[in-house]
């Protein structure tokens, strides 16, 4: 009995420190836990969200920057800081809820909070307005509607090998915007944002000289061939397209005299005897074989000397990552169409009776592809 009194002490201490270690495991149990939700395993600690988690609610991003391009956010900012009730009032948003929409553009940097309830716009979100150059207001609106139904339909895309626009929505891309009007304004305004981009890293890397006639081949408003035809006036061309893409198209007076309108299908043909057909941004739209048709198309039109000008993105042969990969995803849900490596397009062009000639990479993700008859 005195024994088991002059113990107490000492077992009252064994068994803390047994609940010590036993608390200590468990800590470094849950810390291992916590460390690979965090990081997927990786020595390398990514601060909460988890990367995986962050990327898979990467729509929450994308769509909050979607409604605030529809409501016109940035061209009311425009001015400076505005208050969420004021903005509410302006684009008939409940004040809360718009409130709650800023404060969240506002923590990925699109946005500024400049007080608790005041927004200025960021130079990011500079980019949301209507009439800057560099605008993507339209492509945005565009994504977060037509494009985001449509990625929805990935799995069927996947397991179909078919079109998931034209499941969601019962009709192909381009017959459907033939049918809307509104969604087709938003869609040739935000291809035309984007040509308007990209047109300046391709003058600066392919020569246009000598070239007397260029056919832009689906050129939408003609953004592209009109930067073109500033930049060597002896040349002159032609947007071939639908012509609802075309729009009222904006041009110096030089270029337009220059330049001229033609409504057309180019899966029918195109124009005839012009030294060079352009296609940017038109290839990956299509299947191969549909892609083969354009380009025999344009083989069979072009001068004696001609070439065809192929703009888009390569997807590379290594494992490295690349956007055109991820690209390539939308091109199949959407139309269909794909993203294409280096040997893709000389199969395509060799398909076409047309060889590559060169490979020339732009300051933009995309290359220009110089092809000539075999």
Known sequence: MVAGIALRPFLRVLNRARRTRSLQKLKSLLSDRLFFVRTGGSKDPNPLPPLLFEIATGYWISQAVYVAAKLGIADLLEDGPQSSDVLAAATRSDA??????LRALSSIGVLSQVDDDSFSLSRLGNALRT???????????????????ACGELLHSVQTGTSGFNHAFGTSLFEYLQQNTEAAGA???????????L???????????????????????????????ELYPETSGIVFDLGNTFGSPKHTVSSAERCSYVAGNFLDSVPK???????????HDWSDELAVVILKNCRKAMAKNGRVLIVEMIVPGSR???????????MMVMTGGRERTKHDFHALLDAADLRVTRIVPTLAPQSILEAIPK
């Open 199 to 229: 047109a300046h890293a391709v003058v600066l890397a392919y020569d246009f000289s000598g070239i007397a006639s260029i056919i832009d081949v689906g050129g939408g408003q003609g953004e592209l061939l009109m930067k073109i035809l």
């Open 96 to 101: 809360r809820s718009l409130y709650r929409l």
């Open 320 to 330: 490295s990552g690349s956007f055109s990969k991820i690209l390539d995803l939308n």
């Open 131 to 149: 009439n800057v150059p560099g605008s993507l207001r339209a492509i945005v609106i565009t994504i977060g509607e037509i494009h985001y139904q």
């Open 273 to 283: 005897k012009a030294g060079a057909y352009l296609l940017c941004g038109v290839i």
């Open 187 to 197: 869609f040739n305004r935000g291809m035309t944002n984007l040509a308007s981009l």
